[in-house]
Nanobody, 125 residues
Framework: QVQLVESGGGLVQPGGSLRLSCAAS??????????MTWYRQAPGKQREMVAS???????NYVDSVKGRFTISRDNAKNIMGLQMDSLKPEDTAVYYC?????????????????WGQGTSVTVSS
């Protein structure tokens, strides 16, 4: 069983900063994590991709967060981060992490995409 757990959400004033983390774990499994992505879903809107990072460190951002958000990852610890600076009210959303994971146990490998449960970010004065 592979789990992704997000943390770091909260309430922040416009112009402030937050750092989100996503930790992957698999009880009894050895994990190889490929692409990792942050998504967000604002109330009444569709889920959108915010930022993604390959295992090699190549990154991609939605235009609305370029220059303000920075995605990172630690392959040894199976952790992904999202540093969010100069936050705006329109960044308010539930943020989800997604990862493409190959989980191996007893010489058997399973490849699938996994989602975290989400962490809420509210930008308001």
């Amino acid at each position: 069983q592979v789990q992704l757990v997000e943390s770091g959400g909260g309430l922040v004033q416009p112009g402030g900063s937050l750092r989100l983390s996503c930790a992957a774990s698999g009880s009894g499994f050895s994990l190889m994590i490929y692409g990792m992505t942050w998504y967000r879903q604002a109330p009444g809107k569709q889920r959108e991709m915010v930022a993604s990072i390959t295992r090699g460190g190549s990154t991609n951002y939605v235009d609305s967060v370029k220059g303000r958000f920075t995605i990172s990852r630690d392959n040894a610890k199976n952790i992904m981060g999202l540093q969010m600076d100069s936050l705006k009210p329109e960044d308010t959303a539930v943020y989800y992490c997604n990862a493409e994971v190959e989980a191996t146990r007893d010489s058997a490998s399973y490849y699938a995409g996994y989602w975290g449960q989400g962490t809420s970010v509210t930008v308001s004065s």
